[in-house]
């Protein structure tokens, strides 16, 4: 008589399991997020999170990157799109307070919050990269629009990517502070003011 298979069950479902991980994580962010918290919104027990997604700090990183491709990409395609930096700041601008205030889904940005209160290096340095990484492709994209005489030429283009991040950020944490949707509006409409107009 055999024995039955141990380890997950033949009916998980790992992606919807990642997608309820990054919304746990995007809730209370990495420091908060206990394993049995996991484990019970997974419905699985702790060996079989381990088999499917390694520790707490890998399944991190899985979910960031998830959260990042179908969450936030907001922001990479409109620098992939837009012609123009100013474009691409303003299409971030005005849809990031819709994306922060979605119904359904915790409000905020994970990218932006998911360290909060954490010691551990791993995590912060993790999440550091890849806002600075946002901030420098956008630096990216006004150096091209200065070369091509788009901007002034005195734009400082590490300043103002930075700038359009840390205003994102603002927002994702008034976001999730409940401030509405239609404020956050006024906000990012007042940001947009501060960046040069296209030559």
Known sequence: MGTA????PRSFDRDAALDQAVRLFWRHGYEATTMRD?????GIGAPSLYHAFGDKKQLFAEALRRY??????????????????RAAAARVL??????YTRRGLPAGCLIASGDASTGNT????????????????????IRADVAAGRLPADT???????YLL??????????????GRAQLERVAALALRAWPADG
């Open 5 to 8: 298979a141990r380890g997950r």
């Open 38 to 42: 996991l484990t019970d919104e997974l």
């Open 68 to 85: 990042d491709t179908r969450y936030g990409e907001f922001i990479d395609r409109a620098l992939a799109e837009e012609p123009t930096a």
């Open 94 to 99: 005005r849809e990031g307070p819709s994306r």
């Open 122 to 141: 791993e995590v912060h340095d993790l999440l550091r990269r890849v806002r600075n990484a946002k901030a420098a492709a956008f630096a990216a994209k």
């Open 156 to 162: 400082d283009a590490t300043a103002l990517g930075r």
């Open 166 to 179: 840390t205003t994102l950020t603002g927002i994702a944490q008034a976001a999730r502070d409940g401030v």
